[in-house]
């Protein structure tokens, strides 16, 4: 009796919640609504709107147009130099960059927090300082340069001046990405392996590159996207010759104070595709290598 | 067998090591047991070879190893937090120790594969070898890890806290389970723990350490009944403290009816409530201390506020002299 009682009460509430809930999903966190409606309306304005005017600007120009400027051979070839030459870079401090990070998390040395805080240093310099700085450091009567130089080697207003520009661009964004991750990997995990008679080269590369893999594709593709769009210390040491030494962006700017904006857009169109094509390779590579850890 | 002789390990002025001989016979299931900083995992670690004493030796079997690295040492060693690797497939982490050895030894795929299943099966994780550690449970986990040292045929186990990171229902289960396959492939075992019953229940003896020395090695028994030190009547099992350096368990002391028996000890009764089988009695001493004591559950349990006289039924004396058992009669 007490039941057939307080049901009629539990049952005109019960109709209101449940209609409630079933509208959506609701999160115990509030404000889902406002602040998804924020980034959105914000991400517009920032990102989205900008870049499809790239869109909208090339597309008024024609196909046969586009391809005439955004292929053009000299645009072809700063593609080349500047992907070429990011990829490169990239490559080169996922190497270094793995190793610095490495000793930074797993070994304890006088002048850490320096080293430390020198790895922040290109994200801090402005770019034209960095290019400036390195060109007369690789130029041919450089501090480094000059011993490069008898070999018939040219560093500076090449395009491997212009990697070297780059690396020292993207070095903090592999250090900054794989660093973390390091630290959470125990040392049991390598003691584990050592215990089970694998030698230092088996545990490298068969227990910690695998476990590190994505967030070092991570820091790759940040890099890359960098050093792609790199612009202000790249043109100091580039040399900028058309053809050789000339950068995507640079070849943008040109084309600009040429009152070319067509062209410039066309070209722009290129490398924001391109650039979304490899962020996004990466993406999924990474994705799928996130996936196989952590079921 | 294992011998250990003066193993003394140093972390600056700190000794975490101090002066350590242990023999450890074959077949052994031998549980290092200690509270946090007592030095059993580091001892663990040494004969592993994943730590170095800074004086002592270790020897298997008359062979000094003491400079010998972890992996040429033969043993199998299980981590607290499974260190399982977590891009492999369940499969690949227990072969990995068989895969990783050199061209010439190195077992062909297929059979490296086999090898897994049939250690798999062994702990009863059979038709799971595809899935990646992440898709498993703890205790799943850490028979993979357990799979995995055993793969490359160990002469010795060594588990640190083996089951340390798992719940209270699946560590029994497990506990037990590890007891039949010690016994059933006739390894030689050490295990680390800091928990008092998961040794005595293990092991075919304990070793008691404390502050980097060892207090007492015996079977369980003679842990539990006859405990060497103080230490380790208060550590294995609950003891009370009385005056005079007089230990007592708290299922021997006993309630005597009437306040005119000469001996004993009054308390008064501060909270009852029933452990398993029995009343458990927590009354307040005469200084203020609490006094914990079992009483037959099938008796009317005291009520808090009450009087109670206890005596114990047998206790055991610490002096500076040594250690003295009494039985009341």
């Known amino acids: 009796m007490e039941n057939a009682l307080s049901s009629p009460l539990q049952m005109s509430a019960a109709p209101v919640r449940h209609a409630r809930r079933s509208k959506r999903n609701r999160s115990v966190i509030p404000g889902f609504g406002l602040t998804m409606g924020l980034t959105l309306a914000w991400l517009s304005l920032i990102v989205l709107i900008p870049l499809s005017t790239v869109f909208i600007r090339s597309a008024g120009m024609g196909w046969a147009d586009f391809l005439a400027a955004g292929f053009s051979p000299r645009a072809v070839a700063a593609y080349t130099v500047s992907f070429g030459t990011a990829f490169a870079a990239a490559l080169v401090n996922a190497v270094f960059g793995l190793l610095t990070a490495w000793v930074i998390v797993r070994y304890d040395f006088p002048g850490k927090r320096v080293v430390n805080a020198l790895i922040d240093l290109p994200f801090a ?11 007369a450091i690789y130029a041919g009567n450089g501090w480094v340069g000059q011993f490069f130089e008898p070999l018939g080697i040219q560093l500076a207003y090449t395009p491997v001046g212009i990697t070297l520009a780059l690396i020292f661009i993207g070095l903090p964004f592999i250090v900054r990405s794989v660093e973390p991750v390091l630290e959470d990997m125990s040392a049991e995990v390598e003691e584990a392996a050592l215990s089970l008679g694998a030698n230092p080269w088996q545990i490298f590369s068969r227990v910690i590159l695998p476990a590190i893999l994505p967030s070092l594709l991570t820091g790759f593709a940040l890099a890359f996207a960098r050093g792609v769009g790199e612009y202000g210390s790249v043109i100091f040491i580039a040399g900028n010759m058309p053809f050789k030494s000339e950068i995507a962006p640079l070849l943008i700017i040109t084309q600009l104070e040429q009152y070319d904006y067509a062209g410039a857009t066309a070209i722009a169109t290129v490398m924001l595709v391109a650039s979304f094509a490899v962020l996004l390779l990466i993406n999924l590579i990474q994705a799928w290598s996130r996936r196989r850890m952590n079921g | 067998m294992i011998t250990l002789q003066g193993i003394t390990k140093r972390y600056g002025h700190y000794a975490a090591l101090d002066n350590v001989s242990l023999e450890v016979r074959d077949g052994e299931f031998l549980a290092l047991l200690g509270p946090s900083g007592s030095g059993k995992t580091t001892l663990l670690r040494i004969i592993a070879g994943l730590a170095f004493p800074d004086e002592g030796s270790v020897q298997f079997n008359g062979e000094d190893v003491t400079h010998l690295k972890v992996a040429d040492r033969k043993v199998g ?3 607290q937090h499974y ?4 891009h492999m497939t369940v499969a690949d982490n227990v072969g990995f120790g068989l895969s990783v050895r050199k061209r010439g030894q190195r077992p062909a795929k297929a059979q490296i594969k086999a090898r897994a299943d049939e250690l798999l099966d062994l702990v009863q994780l059979g038709g799971l070898g595809e899935r990646y550690p992440a898709q498993l449970s703890g205790g799943q986990r850490q028979r993979v890890a357990l799979a995995r040292a055993l793969a490359v045929e160990p002469q010795l186990l060594l588990l640190d806290e083996p089951f340390g990171a798992l719940d209270a229902k699946v560590r029994k289960t497990l506990r037990r389970w590890l007891r039949d396959l010690h016994k059933r492939m006739g390894l030689t075992s050490i ?17 008691v350490m404390d502050h980097g020395v060892i207090e007492q090695i015996g079977t369980p028994e003679q842990v539990y009944m006859e405990p060497a030190t103080p230490f380790v009547s208060d550590f294995v099992g609950e003891t009370n403290r009385l005056p005079g350096g007089v230990h007592v368990r708290p ?3 006993e309630i005597i009816g009437g306040t005119c028996e000469p001996d004993g000890h009054e308390l008064i009764v501060d909270n009852i409530f029933r452990k398993g089988g029995v009343w458990r009695v927590e009354g307040i001493f005469s200084d203020n201390s609490v006094v914990e004591l079992d009483v037959d559950a099938s008796l009317k349990p005291p009520s808090p506020g009450d009087s109670i006289r206890v005596r ?4 055991k004396t610490f002096t500076s002299t040594g250690a003295k058992s009494h039985e009341q009669a």
């Not at chain 2, 295990?191 to 070793?207: G, I, K, N, P, Y």
């Not at chain 2, 114990?312 to 206790?315: D, E, G, H, T």
Request: proline share 5%.
């Open chain 2, 83 to 86: 260190a399982l690797f977590k």
């Open chain 2, 191 to 207: 295990f680390v723990t800091h928990d008092q019953e998961e040794a005595l229940e293990l092991a075919d003896r304990v070793v």
């Open chain 2, 77 to 79: 060693f299980v981590f």
């Open chain 1, 125 to 135: 310099l402005p770019t034209a300082v960095a290019g400036i700085a390195l060109t």
């Open chain 2, 251 to 253: 299922h021997d002391l």
């Open chain 2, 312 to 315: 114990p039924r047998r206790s």
